[in-house]
């Protein structure tokens, strides 16, 4: 049934046809990145497929089958980190694959849409804190806990809440603040605005975050970038499309 945020939204899709494509505007652009232009990670979803397939309406908030799910998300080192050789010795060697994991220390996803007519890229999410030894990120991961302890709750059953100002998670990390201050927030591009892209950026980094620098009760993608600074060592991204169409 078409109601009238409908046509408000369809008015709006032809207001800003041309507002897209602020990539320039993603994370992974930002100052801590600039020795870091291409991708070290190759990043995958087994639930939507490769990058830049289209998300399935179960990942969206949208429609009777909307369960705004988050995509399982994969990742392996496609090539070794620079090298943390001192300038003393130029000559050593770059690391190798297995050298270049033991570099990392903990992972970084943000979750972004760089085509929604905004002045800046539109997170859906983030997630910091992400053990060095995993390697994936799954729907269940990222469940809220009621504390930080991985066997909170009745006996080792971590006990999920739903407290919008917590930032622990089921997977043993922490979230930081999308936009709507949820844990994960769907596709949902505007009506007949085209296609979509959502980029889902894994950061590998060299050091663990300095927690005391992220002083909001839910960090910000502002703070978490500063906290980054000097501490990348590589990074992927999976991308998924979605696309609301009039019909």
Request: avoid cysteine; proline fraction near 9%.
């Given at each position: 049934?078409?109601?009238?945020?409908?046509?408000?939204?369809?008015?709006?899709?032809?207001?800003?046809?041309?507002?897209?494509?602020?990539?320039?505007?993603?994370?992974?652009?930002?100052?801590?990145?600039?020795?870091?232009?291409?991708?070290?990670?190759t990043v995958e979803s087994p639930d939507c497929g490769p990058s830049h397939s289209h998300m399935k309406p179960e990942h969206t908030p949208l429609g009777p089958t909307g369960a705004n799910r988050f995509p399982t998300l994969t990742w392996t080192l496609s090539r070794p980190p620079p090298s943390t050789s001192s300038p003393?010795?130029?000559?050593?060697?770059?690391?190798?694959?297995?050298?270049?994991?033991?570099?990392?220390?903990?992972?970084?996803?943000?979750?972004?849409?760089?085509?929604?007519?905004?002045?800046?890229?539109?997170?859906?999410?983030?997630?910091?804190?992400?053990?060095?030894?995993?390697?994936?990120?799954?729907?269940?991961?990222?469940?809220?806990?009621?504390?930080?302890?991985?066997?909170?709750?009745?006996?080792?059953?971590?006990?999920?809440?739903?407290?919008?100002?917590?930032?622990?998670?089921?997977?043993?990390?922490?979230?930081?603040?999308?936009?709507?201050?949820?844990?994960?927030?769907?596709?949902?591009?505007?009506?007949?605005?085209?296609?979509?892209?959502?980029?889902?950026?894994?950061?590998?980094?060299?050091?663990?975050?300095?927690?005391?620098?992220?002083?909001?009760?839910?960090?910000?993608?502002?703070?978490?970038?500063?906290?980054?600074?000097?501490?990348?060592?590589?990074?992927?991204?999976?991308?998924?499309?979605?696309?609301?169409?009039?019909?």
């Open positions: 049934m078409v109601s009238v945020w409908d046509y408000i939204e369809l008015f709006f899709s032809w207001l800003f046809a041309n507002a897209k494509g602020r990539d320039d505007k993603l994370f992974i652009r930002g100052p801590a990145f600039a020795d870091l232009p291409d991708p070290t990670l003393s010795s130029p000559s050593a060697p770059p690391p190798s694959r297995s050298e270049g994991r033991d570099v990392v220390q903990e992972y970084l996803v943000v979750a972004e849409d760089p085509d929604a007519p905004m002045p800046t890229p539109i997170t859906h999410g983030i997630y910091y804190g992400i053990p060095a030894t995993r390697t994936s990120i799954t729907p269940e991961d990222i469940e809220l806990l009621a504390d930080s302890g991985a066997g909170a709750g009745t006996g080792t059953t971590p006990k999920v809440t739903n407290d919008k100002n917590n930032s622990n998670l089921k997977g043993g990390f922490k979230r930081g603040a999308n936009w709507n201050k949820t844990v994960y927030s769907g596709p949902r591009p505007l009506l007949n605005h085209g296609p979509h892209r959502y980029w889902y950026q894994v950061i590998a980094l060299k050091e663990p975050l300095d927690r005391t620098v992220l002083s909001s009760p839910l960090a910000t993608k502002k703070e978490i970038a500063q906290a980054i600074q000097g501490k990348v060592v590589g990074w992927g991204a999976w991308i998924g499309v979605y696309e609301r169409k009039w019909e």
